[in-house]
């Protein structure tokens, strides 16, 4: 896998990452295979897929957190990434799990500004144990606030949470998103919160990207927005669900 960091164009214009190629197998079974794409700054882009197409593959490609994989990939900023566990340490308070490995002056002011953003200002010297699962989820989104990223990769960040709190998750998402203005890569199965959240789509099948398309809705957007059904069952169509299957958009 070739990283590169490019010179040449401005930070402001250049994608935050950009992948060329990329290629990955899993002994016979090849599960990308010639994937290209680009993330413009601030942009937040869905990547769906059915079980098993290589989405989260592709993230932890993107990530450089995958040294088998081939092709290239070039990023231009930091970047953060944000699982559907929240992957707290145990044996560490929330404050000292958000500040892990990050550098530099002012980290316990940061730590307590991206904790007051995710709604837990008090909640800093707290145990990892004695959080709800969406409490320890906001913990997780404080942990990449703090990192200044320009690229959060978010893998199904949502996935393990009950109905109501996915979709405080979701609009906590969306003003983090309208303050900070990170681009996204934002790993989900559900069309609904692809476009709820996402500034364009793609679409991931039989090792490739075969679907690219923009969220052309204004914001903010609510789960019932009236925009919402020709996009929901064009992207279920691309995703092989069939229309008498329309309400569930799950895939
Ligand atoms: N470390 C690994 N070793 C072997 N096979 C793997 C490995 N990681 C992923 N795979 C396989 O690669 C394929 C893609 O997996 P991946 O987890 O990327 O899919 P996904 O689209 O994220 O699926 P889901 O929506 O179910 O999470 C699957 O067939 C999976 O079994």
Known sequence: MATRTPGGLSTATRPVVTAHGVRRAFGETVVL??????????????????????????????????????????RTGSQAVVFQE?????????????????????????????????GLAERGRAWPAELSGGQAQRVAFARALVREPALMLLDEPFGALDALTRLKMQTLFGRLHAEHGFAALLVTHDVDEALLL??????????????????????????????????RRHLLDRLGVRPDQDGDAGT
């Open 86 to 118: 929240h992957r707290l340490l145990p044996w560490k308070r929330v404050a000292d799990n958000v500040s892990l490995g990050v550098p530099g002056a002012g980290v316990r002011q940061r730590v307590a500004a991206a904790l007051a953003e995710v």
């Open 198 to 231: 996402a500034d364009r789509t793609l679409v991931l099948d039989d090792g490739r990207i075969v679907e690219d398309a923009p969220v052309p809705l204004s914001r903010p957007r609510a789960p019932d927005h009236p925009g919402f059904g020709p996009l």
């Open 33 to 74: 295979d010639g994937v290209d794409l680009a993330i413009a700054p601030g942009e937040v882009v869905a990547l769906l897929g059915g079980s098993g197409s290589g989405k989260s593959t592709l993230l932890r490609i993107l990530a450089g957190l995958d040294p088998e994989a081939t092709g290239e990939i070039t």
